[in-house]
């Protein structure tokens, strides 16, 4: 039996220039973290040889793979060429479809579990490209690169997505007490809503000719939001995501709406300097930089969500249970 752990990630400044409609054009550029909220995913052998046992949101049991309804089951499987004879099982921390990278979570760590499962080592790096493979080149996903680099990488990162289709990522080195600090005054909000993000991001990219002059701007906020953080500069922090938050309410028509505006204009009321919707945006989990001393009057104020507290993580995926 083999169980990967792989975080799910926040992500700050830049997200849209992680699509291959923009970074073809002129250089994206991303900061996120990866947070300890995780996917689990679990693998062993299935007593029926023949067959293949799934157990996710829904049960599945066929012969052959290509009978799988979940994709990227289907596809991780035909990638790694294991076609019968095993059982797959997932559990995460955080819903689905809440804007946290649960996608490609999902897609890193069932990859890491199977060539694991396996006995092979894959690279961070082989990773990510093979859940890019899956999910975009193969599945034709409307999404972009960042989720599957950072849940595979882990940690808080600076990310470049150049035009030939390269990745290249770094880790943005702070003081133990400043990261603290940082940890301290972001808050998470969940809005008890779920979307599809594929409608909002297939929006998005048909409108990317026309938002590029946008993108650059946010692509823009992550320099300066990777510099703040290099200077010691976290009150800036708050306020470059409420600037790249305004930026991308204009990307596409649903990914803001009256019920986010109200929750959003009200944290603002409430002491926190600026935050944005986590993802492609219409729901999911809504995030704030608020320093501490003000909290208390934030979240007695946005009581009607749930407040989900979290840390960086440092690791990307990982195994952490094998049974040989």
Known sequence: ????????????????????????KRQGSVVSTAIDRYMYITVKDFFERDKIFLKYSRTELVKNVERIKHPIIREALKLTGILRGIEISSMADIPSATGLGSSSAFTVGLLNALHAYLDEHKSPEKLAKEACRIEIEILKEPIGKQDQYISAYGGLRHILFNYDGGVSSEIIMIPRGLREE???????????????????????????????????????????????????????????????????????????????????????????????????????????????????????????????????????????????
Not at 3 to 18: A, V
Not at 298 to 307: A, D, G
Request: with cysteine; charged share 30%.
């Open 1 to 24: 039996m083999i169980i990967s752990k792989t975080p799910f990630r926040i992500s700050f400044c830049g997200g849209g220039t992680d699509l291959k409609e923009y970074y073809s």
């Open 182 to 324: 940082l940890e301290n005054n972001l808050l998470l909000f969940y809005t008890g809503i779920k979307r599809k993000s594929r409608d909002i991001l297939s929006e998005q990219k048909k409108k990317s000719s026309k938002n590029i002059e946008i993108l650059d701007k946010m692509r823009d906020l992550s320099f300066e939001l990777k510099e703040s953080l290099m200077k010691k500069d976290i009150t800036r922090f708050g306020e470059l995501l409420h600037k790249n938050w305004e930026y991308k309410k204009r990307l596409a028509s649903r990914i803001t709406n009256p019920l986010i505006e109200r929750h959003y204009n009200l944290a603002l009321k409430s002491g926190a300097l600026g935050g944005k919707v986590l993802g492609a945006g219409g729901g999911g989990f809504l995030l704030f930089y608020c320093e501490q001393k003000r909290q208390n009057l934030l979240i007695k104020n946005l009581e009607s969500l749930r407040h989900v507290p979290f840390r960086f993580e440092n690791h990307g995926t990982r195994t952490v249970y094998r049974d040989d």
